[in-house]
């Protein structure tokens, strides 16, 4: 969901789309262990729908790419076929290719751009392991993209807090290399 709070937008904004995305990990010990997130880019569309642009409907883009970092806690032992895990860690979202479609710049929007954000993020898990080195991965990752928005609406500059707070659900293959 994307909030543009400054706007007065009840409903708020959403989001969805799927990406590819790569984990890496390193077991520090038996249970703990660090992970990188990353995927190909998200694109998203932004829409009004009330407050102070009324009800426009879809009046942008933007894409962003979201790189987290996270310490996670494995449950049972090493070898055990089902580890669920626990993790909270580090989001850090940059945003690029922000512009205005027609309809925003027919309404004389213009100048498009969010800041890039760092934010807290935490994920809950499982891995099924399949043999000695494959295994299945199923999570759901939480992260707290806050961010502000400054455009141009005619010849005002003007700026909005927006808030992504994306839910991210992954399933997954993997492969553990042994040491």
């Known amino acids: 969901w994307l909030y543009l709070l400054g706007l007065g937008c009840a409903g708020g904004y959403k989001f969805s789309n799927t990406q590819l995305g790569l984990t890496l990990g390193y077991m520090f010990t038996d249970n703990i262990s660090f992970e990188v997130l990353a995927a190909t880019p998200f694109s998203h569309k932004i829409s009004t729908s009330g407050g102070e642009l009324g009800s426009l409907g879809d009046i942008g883009e933007t894409k962003h790419l979201p790189p987290t970092f996270m310490v996670q806690y494995y449950f049972g032992e090493a070898n055990s076929t089902f580890r669920p895990y626990v993790g909270a860690g580090l989001n850090y979202t940059t945003f690029f ?3 205005f479609n027609s309809t925003g710049t027919n309404n004389a929007l213009s100048d498009l751009k969010l800041d890039d954000s760092w ?4 994920n809950v898990g499982f891995d099924y392991m399949l043999n000695d080195s494959w295994f299945l991965n199923a999570s759901v990752w939480y992260a707290n993209i806050e961010t502000t928005a400054t455009y141009k ?16 659900f992954m399933i997954a293959g993997g492969y553990k290399f042994s040491s």
């Open 97 to 99: 290719d922000e512009s």
């Open 153 to 168: 609406a005619g010849a005002d500059a003007k700026s909005t807090d927006v808030e992504i707070n994306p839910w991210v």
């Open 119 to 122: 934010g807290l993020a935490a």
